[in-house]
Nanobody
Framework: QVQLVESGGGLVQPGGSLRLSCTTS????????MAWYRQFPGKGRELVASITRGGSKIYVASVKGRFTISGDTYNNTVYLQMNTLNPEDTAVYYC???????????????WGQGTQVTVSS
């Protein structure tokens, strides 16, 4: 069974940094792409950053230049390095792994349990 386990959330002051980790139960190459999402209170999840098996990365505009997504195939872990955090980054962050099932079929999506990030003085 595929499992994603997140860690690294917590409380940080504005301007500070955190690194989130998402460790998978198998190789990260089992996924076509992995991503970090976040969910604000009372809102749906939004994509923060993603990385494909080939290494292509995308970021939501609000985190460009501050956040970096990376993959560690040796440790089966995907990271989200978050710098220059501000209170608007406060949310629950979720790790996602996506696998294509083929043309015309809905992708399989796997989620971690979520980790709280709070930016406050």
């Amino acid at each position: 069974q595929v499992q994603l386990v997140e860690s690294g959330g917590g409380l940080v002051q504005p301007g500070g940094s955190l690194r989130l980790s998402c460790t998978t139960s198998g190789s990260i190459f089992m996924f076509d792409a992995m991503a970090w999402y976040r969910q604000f209170p009372g809102k749906g999840r939004e994509l923060v950053a993603s990385i494909t098996r080939g290494g292509s990365k995308i970021y939501v505009a609000s985190v460009k230049g501050r956040f970096t997504i990376s993959g560690d195939t040796y440790n089966n872990t995907v990271y989200l390095q978050m710098n220059t955090l501000n209170p608007e980054d406060t949310a629950v962050y979720y790790c996602n792994g996506r696998r294509s099932r083929g043309p015309g079929l809905i992708d399989d999506n796997y989620w971690g349990q979520g980790t709280q990030v709070t930016v406050s003085s």
